[in-house]
Structure formats: structure tokens, C-alpha cells
């Protein structure tokens, strides 16, 4: 035990691991909000809903199939990719030519519509999850406890984040979605079905939120609420770190969770609005974001 | 939304008349109305088509969308039911100081806002809102979850009481008709037209010459000032302030009252507050419905509707409303 600036070890590295897996869930959502931005051109409002919806989908999941952690932590993202997908092909393939604005805003109704479904049928207090029973207890490492669940949580998380950045930026598939980004017209003469892959993209951001939300629900409530608080301080997130660079948007995810943390110990009453301060400084010094090319 | 505005300009002449006609309409509904129909209730839809068409302004003629007028809205509501149950102030007071506090935000947020463009500027709005959220539900002033209650309605000048509810009604009917005479006023002003072209073309109208950025910040200020009076006369209604009001479901509600009304239409917003004000007294009962109607209007209007109903009604008539 010993103290660093004052405060214990055991309080400074204990915030710095909690900063560090909501900084997990950051970077995992903006990732996919900037992954469906590039393609869509839309910000996906429903985000949130839909990282609720993929905790949700590990409740139900446990208690009406019994199937486990494991299980959930793939079936659930599939099985919110299909839903993505639906919702793409049923909603968002009308709003192609129209303005941004009007993409927000039917994602903002989705959100509304998933979000009181859930409160209508599980209320608005938290359903508990328990960590899987190989993820309990944890290590001391000597000058702090780190349970078992979060650091899989966090090497989970960077290790989906950096899958996502290499399959975009390194792989031949990859390629073609960043051309398709571009310049769709382009890339469609070239014979590849641009339509289809908008699609799955935005069903893969889906998925993504999906498994945000799995990995969420042992350390979070499962609630209907999770979502839609988490989502704003997402958008934040997106704002500071601009939407043009993967790489960005993963990092800027981290960053923050680890300084949203930082904060939690020197200044406990600032420490939910730090995301939204840093959002106000970059605005005024670097309007176009920390990695973000001029919009 | 940039469709609607093209028209505004073909159809100068006889606009005029049926805008005019409209709004002598509205004013005589809203007169007589309130021997037939609840006051509170109709005072309440009047705060919201304020509301509403201060948004408006903002998202239907300069393009902008602000997903946190709840912020101004909700300051708004804040202090003035502060200023005139702490501080002792007369009502109109009270309103001046909680539509300068909206105004004081505005310039704030509008500042930070303008320096991105497009869904950027919709999230930071959102953002900024959600702070200050945070900032009222932990403030002492506010009251946290309890709110701001029993706010005084005071006497108006010194003479009207206005714990009578006509008196109440008659003090709200005139402020907002003259609020909504002055937007009407404003979009049709050469400044009006610089935020159309802003609209149609920002690009373009910078190379005419015009500095955007402080036009943009001025419609901001504007919007976000309007929605502060209407912040504050909702807080004298209801005789309180609370977490309902500054929350960002505060800010959707009101960018559904105007898309279901009609984005860029001069009546849309007032008949939008009206629907989704009555859908809310009437569906109170069924909880958490609410928010899953709201849901599903938005997507309904957003992929069948985008005209909204009075832009609708204008479009099969001809005429702009």
C-alpha cells in the first residue's frame, strides 16, 4: 500500500481500471458509430438502444434457453446483426438521398420505440447478470485487486477493436469498403454490390454495440435505460475524436474512460461531465476534432 | 425541408394572404377556445407551439438541427421560477430573467456549436444539454429531483393577479401570439432571406459576401432565447420547474412537434404541439407507451410524412402556411 498525489494505490488504480473499461465501451460504440457513419452517412441514433438491446438479448438468453455467458457473447451479436440488417433494408434504404438530418431523426424514433418496449415489459430497475463462473474472483497484483471479469473485459474489448481496424484497414474486403466510403458510384462500376455491403455494414455496427452490451450486462444492471444515457456521452466521444479515422475513434474511446476516471479521484462531483468539458476545450482549440479531417 | 423553402419564394404574393388568414385563425381558436377546452391545457399546448417554433426557426430556415433545446428551455424554466419564488420577483420579471438566462446560454453553446457543421452540430448540442443536465440535477438551487415547486404566479404589473387562470390564460395567449409575430416578422426580414440562402446554400452565400458564421450564431441566440420565454411562462403555468423539463427527451419532443407539424412551415410547429401535447394528456394513462408512440411517429414521418401536417395541407392547397 503505498500513495501517489495523496491518494491510496488502491482508490487511484481502481478508478483508473474502471476509466479504463468504460473506456472499452466508448471505443467499442464509437467504433461502430463511426464504421455505419462512413458508409451510411448516418449517425445511428439507435446505437444505444441497440447495446441495451444486446445485454438484454444475454438475460434472455440465460433464463428462458439457458444458455450461458459463452454462448451469449456470439449468439447475441448475430442475432442483433440480423436485426440491424432488417432494419436497414425495411427503413433506412429509403432515407439514401435525403439529408443526414432525416437518418438522426428515424433513429431517434427507433431508439424511443425499443427503449419503451423494454420499460413496458421489464420496468425501469436493473435485472441482474452474473459473471461466468471461469471469469470469478481475481488478482492481487500488489498494489491492487483486479478482478478476473474486467480484465477480460478490457483485453476483450481492445482485442475486438483492433480486429475491426485491421479488417478495415488491412484486409482486400476492407479495401472495398473504404473506397465504397468515397466514392460508391465508383466502386459499384467495378461490379461490386455496394447496396449489400451498406447493409451489412450497418448490421455489423449493430453487432458491435451488441457485444458491447453482453460484455456490459455482469458489470452494468441489465436495464432499459443503459443505453440512451451512455449514447450521449458516446456522442461526446465521437465529437472530440472526429469520425474520420478508425484508429481514432478506438483510441479516443480509451482515452477518455481513462481520464473520465483520472477525474473520478480528484474531482469525484466533475467526473460525469469531464467528457462533455474536453468535448467544450477541443471545440475551441481544434474545432475539427483530434483525428478528424475538416468536415 | 429545402423543397418547402423553395416555394416560399415563387409564392411571395399570395402567401401573404393565406399566412395571414392562418394566423388570424389560429389567434381566434386560441381566443375562444379556452370557454371550451381545459385553460392549463391549452396554455400548455401555447408554450409548447412557442417552443416549437423557436426551434423552428432554427432547423426549418437555417438548416440547423439542435437536438438540446431542452437546455434553454429547461435553464429557462429553472430560473425563473427561482427568480420569482426566492428572490420575490413580479412574473414579468421573472420571465425576463429566465428568457436572459436562455439567451446567455445560447450565445454560449451557439458559439461552440456553429464551429462544426451538420450531424456534428447535432450531437454537440446534445452533448451541451446533457451537461447542463447533469449540472441541474446536481445544483442546489434546482432541487434535484423534487424540482421547483408551487412557484408563485404573482400579480402582473403590480395589478393582475395571476392566480386566476383567464387572467393566466389572456397573459400567455398575448405573449405567445406576439412571440409568434415576431419569428414571423424575423423570417421574412432581408436577415430572414441571408438564413434561407444559408440554408439552400452556405457555400454560395459566403462567396456573396456574408459572414455565415454570425448569422448562424444570430438565429442560434434568437432560437435559443424564444425557447427561454417559453421555458419560463410554462414554469409560471405549471408553477414549476424540474429534470422533466431540461432532459433530452424535452429535446426530442420538440423536434417531433415540429417534423409532425411541418420543418420550415410558419403554422406547422403550433398544430405539432398541439397533437403531441393532447397524445400526451390523453395517452398519460398508458405509461411507457407514450415514448413507443412518439417512437413510431417519428420513423412514420420521417419515411411517409416528411412534409408534416400543415406543410401537407399547404402542399394540396398550393399555398404556403
Known amino acids: 500500500m503505498f500513495e501517489i498525489f495523496g491518494i491510496p494505490s488502491q482508490a487511484l488504480f481502481g478508478q483508473l481500471l474502471l476509466g479504463l473499461i468504460n473506456g472499452s465501451f466508448y471505443a467499442l460504440l464509437s467504433l461502430g458509430l463511426a464504421v455505419i457513419f462512413g458508409m451510411l452517412n448516418i449517425i445511428n441514433f439507435s446505437h444505444g438502444a441497440q447495446y441495451m438491446m444486446g445485454a438484454f438479448a444475454a438475460y434472455l438468453l440465460l433464463q428462458y434457453l439457458g444458455l450461458n455467458y459463452w454462448f451469449a457473447l456470439v449468439i447475441a451479436p448475430l442475432l442483433l446483426g440480423v436485426f440491424g440488417v432488417v432494419i436497414e433494408r425495411l427503413l433506412l434504404v429509403h432515407l439514401r438521398k435525403l439529408d443526414p438530418l432525416y437518418g438522426l ?70 479495401s472495398y469498403l473504404r473506397a465504397a466510403t468515397e466514392n460508391p458510384a465508383l466502386v459499384r462500376a467495378f461490379g461490386i454490390n455496394v447496396p449489400r455491403m451498406i447493409t451489412l455494414t450497418y448490421g455489423f455496427g449493430v453487432g458491435l454495440a451488441a457485444l458491447a452490451g453482453v460484455m456490459a450486462a455482469p458489470i452494468y444492471n441489465v436495464s432499459p435505460q443503459m443505453g440512451s444515457d451512455l449514447i450521449i456521452v458516446v456522442f461526446a466521444v465521437v465529437v472530440i475524436g472526429g469520425m474520420g479515422s478508425i484508429m481514432g475513434a478506438i483510441l479516443t474511446g480509451f482515452l477518455l474512460g481513462v481520464v473520465e476516471g483520472l477525474t473520478k479521484v480528484f474531482f469525484p462531483e466533475a467526473s460525469n461531465t469531464v467528457i462533455f468539458a474536453i468535448m467544450v476545450v477541443v471545440l475551441l482549440f481544434r474545432p475539427a476534432g483530434l483525428f478528424g479531417r475538416a468536415a | 425541408m429545402t423543397s418547402a423553402g423553395r416555394k416560399a ?156 387562470e383567464m387572467t393566466m390564460y389572456v397573459f400567455v395567449f398575448v405573449v405567445v401570439l406576439a412571440a409568434l409575430a415576431l419569428i414571423y416578422r424575423i423570417i421574412n426580414s432581408p436577415f430572414g432571406e441571408v438564413l434561407k440562402a444559408i440554408r439552400e446554400n452556405e457555400q454560395r452565400t459566403i462567396s456573396l459576401g456574408y459572414k455565415t458564421e454570425r448569422y448562424k450564431l444570430a438565429a442560434f441566440v434568437l432560437s435559443a432565447t424564444l425557447a427561454g420565454l417559453a421555458g419560463s411562462l410554462k414554469a409560471l403555468v405549471f408553477q414549476l420547474a424540474s429534470l422533466t423539463d431540461v432532459h433530452w427527451n424535452m429535446s426530442g419532443e420538440v423536434v417531433l412537434m415540429t417534423l409532425l407539424g411541418g420543418l420550415g412551415t410558419v403554422f406547422g410547429p403550433v398544430a405539432g404541439a398541439f397533437a403531441v401535447v393532447a397524445m400526451e394528456n390523453y395517452l398519460a394513462a398508458f405509461g411507457q407507451w407514450v415514448l413507443v408512440i412518439q417512437g413510431a411517429v417519428f420513423v412514420i414521418c420521417v419515411l411517409l410524412f416528411r412534409r408534416g401536417m400543415v406543410g401537407e395541407l399547404g402542399h394540396r392547397l398550393g399555398v404556403q402556411l
Not at chain 2, 429557462?76 to 421573472?94: F, N, Q, V
Open chain 2, 9 to 164: 419564394t415563387s409564392h411571395r404574393r399570395d402567401s401573404g394572404l393565406s399566412l395571414g388568414l392562418a394566423f388570424a385563425i389560429t389567434a381566434v381558436f386560441f381566443a375562444v377556445a379556452p370557454f371550451a377546452i381545459y385553460p392549463v391545457f391549452l396554455m400548455q399546448v401555447l408554450c409548447f407551439a412557442l417552443f416549437a417554433c423557436a426551434f423552428n426557426l432554427l432547423i426549418g430556415y437555417v438548416g440547423l438541427v439542435s437536438f438540446g433545446h431542452a437546455l434553454y428551455f429547461g435553464w429557462a424554466s429553472y430560473l425563473a421560477a427561482h427568480a420569482a419564488k426566492s428572490w420575490a420577483l413580479p412574473p414579468e420579471l421573472a420571465i425576463v430573467v429566465g428568457t436572459a438566462t436562455a439567451a446567455v446560454l445560447g450565445i454560449v453553446a451557439g458559439f461552440l456549436a456553429i464551429r462544426r457543421q451538420g450531424i456534428y452540430f447535432a450531437m454537440i448540442t446534445l452533448a451541451l444539454a446533457q451537461m447542463m443536465y447533469l449540472v441541474a440535477l446536481r445544483a442546489k438551487f434546482t432541487g434535484g429531483e423534487d424540482g421547483i415547486q408551487a412557484v408563485p404566479r404573482g400579480r402582473l404589473l403590480g395589478l393582475f393577479p395571476l392566480s386566476n
Open chain 1, 105 to 174: 431523426l428515424l433513429t431517434f424514433g427507433l431508439a424511443l420505440v425499443i427503449e419503451g418496449l423494454f420499460r413496458n415489459y421489464y420496468g425501469s430497475s436493473g435485472l441482474p447478470y452474473q459473471v461466468p463462473d471461469a471469469l470469478r474472483g481475481g488478482q492481487n497484483l500488489g498494489f491492487m485487486f483486479l478482478p478476473n471479469y474486467r480484465a477480460w473485459v478490457i483485453g476483450f474489448s481492445v482485442l475486438v477493436c483492433f480486429s475491426t481496424w485491421f479488417a478495415i484497414e488491412r484486409t482486400r474486403l476492407g
